[in-house]
Structure formats: C-alpha cells, structure tokens
C-alpha cells in the first residue's frame, strides 16, 4: 500500500491563483475606502473592474471551472422549470389568502373559548 501522498503541481498552481484573485480583491477594497474623496463613478469603476479581474483569475482554476460548470448546470435546469401562468399564481394566492383567514378565525375562535374555561376555573374577579 502506497502511503504517500500525490500532489498535483496544478494544485499548488491553483492556490496561488487563489490567492492572488483573494488579494486582489482586498487591494480593490482598500483602495476604494483609501480613494473616498474620487469621483464615485471611477471608484465604482475600479472595483467592479477589481472584481471582474479576480473572477478572471480564479476562473482559471480547478475550483473555479467547477463553479462555472455549477452555474452553467444550474441555467440550464431553470430553463426546464414550467413556470406558473398569470391565472394559476392569482388562484393560489386567492387560496392562500382564504385558508389564513379560516386559520385566524379558528384560533380567534379556540382562544376565546380557552379563555372562558380559564375564566370559569379562576373565577371572574381574580
């Protein structure tokens, strides 16, 4: 039995692309906090240009070809959902709507009823 363990260079490769998309992303955070007095437009800008670059970056990795391919599979099930129409969500909600104020009416009911039975074993005055 082989106890050694096998290490892949990509795998050290795609950590330290990990890294560097994480440290690209706290560099663009502190630079928006450090450049508050820019123009908002430019700093926005640069942040969202910081983001697309560390996105970038770490797609480029195992992990993040795992992702894409998640997000892709995740698409492509939403496309296969048979969405309500107009009609059938009004109807459901309309259902809904009548089964809670049936509820509250039950409840209202019980708890009025509890609270003459606790009234006849306390007694009305105390």
Same mark, same amino acid.
């Given at each position: 039995?082989?106890?050694? +363990?096998?290490?892949?260079?990509?795998?050290?490769?795609?950590?330290?692309? %990990?890294? !560097? /998309?994480?440290? &690209?992303?706290? @560099?663009?955070?502190?630079?928006?906090?450090?450049? +508050?007095?820019?123009?908002?437009?430019?700093?926005?800008?640069?942040?969202? %240009?910081? !983001? /697309?670059?560390? &996105?970038?970056? @770490?797609?480029?990795?195992?992990?993040?070809?795992? +992702?894409?391919?998640?997000?892709?599979?995740?698409?492509?099930?939403?496309?296969?959902?048979?969405?309500?129409?107009?009609?059938?969500?009004?109807?459901?909600?309309?259902?809904?709507?009548?089964?809670?104020?049936?509820?509250?009416?039950?409840?209202?009911?019980?708890?009025?009823?509890?609270?003459?039975?606790?009234?006849?074993?306390?007694?009305?005055?105390?």
């Amino acid at each position: 039995m082989n106890t050694k +363990a096998t290490v892949e260079p990509n795998n050290s490769l795609d950590t330290v692309k %990990l890294a !560097i /998309a994480v440290l &690209l992303l706290l @560099a663009g955070v502190v630079a928006f906090q450090y450049y +508050a007095e820019a123009p908002r437009l430019a700093r926005v800008g640069g942040i969202l %240009l910081d !983001i /697309a670059l560390a &996105l970038g970056i @770490a797609s480029q990795t195992d992990k993040g070809r795992q +992702a894409i391919g998640f997000v892709r599979d995740a698409q492509i099930e939403v496309r296969k959902v048979v969405w309500p129409t107009r009609q059938e969500t009004v109807q459901t909600t309309l259902v809904v709507m009548i089964v809670v104020v049936v509820f509250a009416f039950l409840l209202w009911v019980l708890d009025l009823g509890l609270g003459w039975v606790m009234q006849s074993v306390i007694g009305h005055g105390a």
